[in-house]
């Protein structure tokens, strides 16, 4: 594995997400857009679809000198930028949606400023060991940040939680 491969977002064109990753692909960039099903219903029929977890959203894994290619895909309006620079995206929060989107059905994304708050182990679960600040609690649900890609991902039992990190 090249560690000096970085994830990253980027902006698409709205409703571009899938055609840009697509696109990209073609030029052997990795990427991944995290799709999940969903219910439409027309008139006559009911059809089960994929779409986009993150709307105008894709993700790419590139070296860090590398994104001329990417910015020049037809779709792509630029990175998501922390202080003036594309914002780097942890390897473990890639991994997180993707545990997340295979262990879950219906997952809601939320945006979100990110706040500092209480430091949480998820101790029971598919996402067990992983860490994460809480960002809010309802009922019984609560939202696990992901701090550089600006998301929440809900539907983590708050009796799976643990305060403090291993």
Not at 4 to 30: H, M, N, S
Not at 57 to 62: E, F, G, I, N
């Amino acid at each position: 594995m090249n560690t000096d491969l970085r994830w990253y977002a980027l902006y698409t064109k709205p409703r571009w997400e899938k055609k840009v990753a697509e696109l990209l692909g073609i030029k052997q960039i990795e990427n991944y857009c995290p799709l999940q099903k969903s219910e439409r219903n027309w008139s006559d029929r009911k059809k089960i679809i994929l779409e986009p977890l993150f709307k105008s959203y894709v993700l790419v894994r590139l070296a860090p000198k590398a994104h001329i290619p990417v910015l020049q895909t037809d779709g792509v309006l630029g990175f998501v930028t922390f202080q003036g620079k594309p914002a780097v995206i942890r390897d473990e929060e890639i991994e997180i949606v993707k545990q997340f989107l295979k262990d879950y059905e219906h997952v809601q994304v939320e945006q979100i400023d990110v706040n500092v708050n209480d430091e949480v182990t998820i101790i029971n679960g598919p996402l067990m060991q992983q860490t994460g600040q809480v960002m809010e609690v309802n009922n019984r649900m609560v939202k696990v940040m992901l701090p550089s890609l600006g998301f929440a991902l809900v539907a983590i039992d708050k009796n799976n939680l643990a305060k403090g990190s291993s």
